[in-house]
């Protein structure tokens, strides 16, 4: 979401108040475009050079922080980044800014002391002015917040219910005693899984009891099926596959193929040109294919923003295209992203909720039946 004006700040703006200083050397301005004052650092020749707003920050509190942010060209990441008294740097989020139009950063922070300390914004793209308008910073205590997640649990999972008592001719039946027994969540609620749930009867008590979805934790991926180049062995993700559908709990295909050079099977690893192409175009028909239909969504190319090992060796549209063959095989099921330090890690650039984003909005250009090219 890109807008001509930004809104304004989330709860008044916090305990921010506009008081913007200088941060390094920066050359600090205050502009004016169509009625909405911002502030601004140019010059720029780090990163770090910024606008900056000191604030107070208290251990045991949980803060959430949004603002508004403009380039003057182009786009360019921008992370919000609190320094403390000690040096030590904590980020709060970061988002792609662009010019002409107004990006959120939406995130949040804790501290592990209380005391001072300096918001500032910084980029990498010391060509680019960061424009910054409508911030906020507003802190909660745990019974706040966790008061929140009970009124949002009410309001999403909790809804009014009349219950009438009649008879086969549709008569109210005085008295009646109704005894009410929840056999099944009403939501999604999930857990990975390992092989050794087969045959352990107690745990698959235990677990098919509390669960409706599910993932294998590696029994689909390829260094488990494939170990040896050409002889495929599917009878464990088989096996757990067919107990938890006689179970009703739905699975998530987890994963079709892995960007982390680290998890690629020796035999992979050696392949270039294109017998990997061969290779990469055999998995993913030969798993995809074997569950069509059965799955509840699908994790295609795992993790493919912080590692490009497929882009390294078969070009940038890599992803692109195993998300394509993969889709035109099985167009029924939900295709997913998987990554990791997209909300947990502020300060992963690689990962970020933009990034993530610009990612999947890119692979949703996908509409139709396609192969590796």
């Known amino acids: 979401m890109c807008l001509d004006i930004p809104y304004k700040p989330q709860y008044n703006g916090g305990i921010i108040v506009i008081r913007w200083s200088q941060f390094a050397n920066a050359k600090l301005d205050f502009r004016e475009s169509g009625g909405n004052k911002f502030v601004v650092a140019r010059g720029r020749n780090q990163s770090y050079d910024s606008v900056s707003q000191k604030v107070y920050l208290e251990k045991g509190l949980l803060y959430t922080f949004s603002a508004w942010l403009q380039v003057s060209k182009g786009k360019a990441p921008v992370r919000a980044v609190f320094k403390n008294n000690n040096g030590e740097y904590t980020h709060a989020g970061a988002v792609i800014a662009e010019s002409k139009c107004w990006s959120m950063l939406k995130g949040g922070l804790t501290v592990d002391e209380s005391g001072p300390a300096e918001l500032y914004f910084e980029s990498e793209d010391t060509t680019v002015e960061i424009r910054v308008d409508s911030v906020s910073l507003q802190p909660f205590t745990q019974e706040e917040w966790n008061t929140h997640h009970e009124e949002s649990i009410h309001k999403t999972r909790k809804g009014a219910m009349r219950i009438r008592a009649v008879n086969s001719a549709g008569e109210p039946v005085p008295n009646a005693t109704i005894s009410i027994v929840q056999?099944?969540?009403?939501?999604?609620?999930?857990?990975?899984?390992?092989?050794?749930?087969?045959?352990?009867?107690?745990?698959?008590?235990?677990?098919?009891?509390?669960?409706?979805?599910?993932?294998?934790?590696?029994?689909?991926?390829?260094?488990?099926?494939?170990?040896?180049?050409?002889?495929?062995?599917?009878?464990?993700a088989d096996a757990m596959l067919r107990f938890f559908k006689q179970h009703g709990v739905a699975v998530r295909g987890h994963n079709i193929v892995w960007n982390d050079p680290k998890y690629q099977q020796r035999w992979v690893s050696s392949l270039t040109g294109n017998d990997l192409y061969n290779a990469v175009k055999r998995r993913v028909s030969s798993l995809v294919s074997r569950y069509k239909g059965q799955l509840e969504s699908w994790d295609v190319v795992n993790e493919n923003l912080l590692f490009s090992f497929l882009e390294s060796k078969m070009g940038p549209q890599?992803?692109?295209?195993?998300?394509?063959?993969a889709h035109s095989i099985d167009p029924r099921t939900t295709m997913f992203m998987n990554e990791y330090n997209t909300l947990e890690q502020p300060g992963d650039e690689a990962s970020s909720p933009a990034k993530y984003l610009g990612k999947l909005r890119e692979l949703q250009s996908i509409r139709v039946a396609g192969k590796i090219q």
Do not use: H
Not at 195 to 204: E, F, K, P, S, T
Not at 318 to 325: G, K, P, Q, V
């Open 183 to 236: 056999n099944r969540l009403g939501f999604p609620f999930g857990c990975e899984v390992e092989n050794n749930i087969l045959g352990n009867q107690a745990y698959q008590n235990w677990f098919t009891k509390r669960f409706t979805v599910t993932t294998f934790a590696n029994e689909m991926k390829w260094y488990s099926t494939e170990v040896v180049q050409g002889k495929e062995d599917y009878s464990t």
């Open 318 to 325: 890599a992803s692109y295209n195993i998300y394509a063959l």
